[in-house]
C-alpha cells in the first residue's frame, strides 16, 4: 500500500445507503431500454420515409426524413452511450 493510498480514503458512492436503489436503478434501465427501442423504430422509420420520399419525387418529404433520421441516429448513440458514460465517471470518481 502506497502512502498516497494510505492517507486519502476511497471516497465513492454509496449506493446501499439510498433506500429502494435497486428499484432505481431497474426503472433507469427500464427507461434506456424504452429509449432506444423507440430511437431504432424511428431510425427505421425516417430511412423509409427517406427513401420513398427520394423515389416519388419529393424532395420536402425526403429532406424532412434526412432530418429525423440524423435526429433519431443522435437519440440512439447519446441513450446507447450514457450508461456507459455514467458507469466510466463512476470509475474515475471511485479513483480519485
Request: hydrophobic letters at 55%.
Amino acid at each position: 500500500m502506497s502512502i498516497t493510498t494510505a492517507l486519502l480514503p476511497l471516497v465513492g458512492p454509496d449506493f446501499g445507503a439510498v433506500g429502494g436503489a435497486g428499484d432505481l436503478r431497474t426503472i433507469v434501465g427500464a427507461l434506456l431500454t424504452y429509449g432506444l427501442v423507440i430511437a431504432v423504430l424511428m431510425v427505421i422509420a425516417c430511412a423509409a420515409t427517406w427513401a420513398i420520399g427520394s423515389a416519388q419525387g419529393s424532395w420536402p418529404t425526403a429532406s424532412k426524413a434526412k432530418t429525423g433520421l440524423y435526429v433519431a441516429l443522435g437519440g440512439a448513440v447519446l441513450i446507447g452511450g450514457s450508461l456507459a458514460w455514467a458507469n466510466w465517471l463512476l470509475s474515475i470518481g471511485a479513483s480519485l
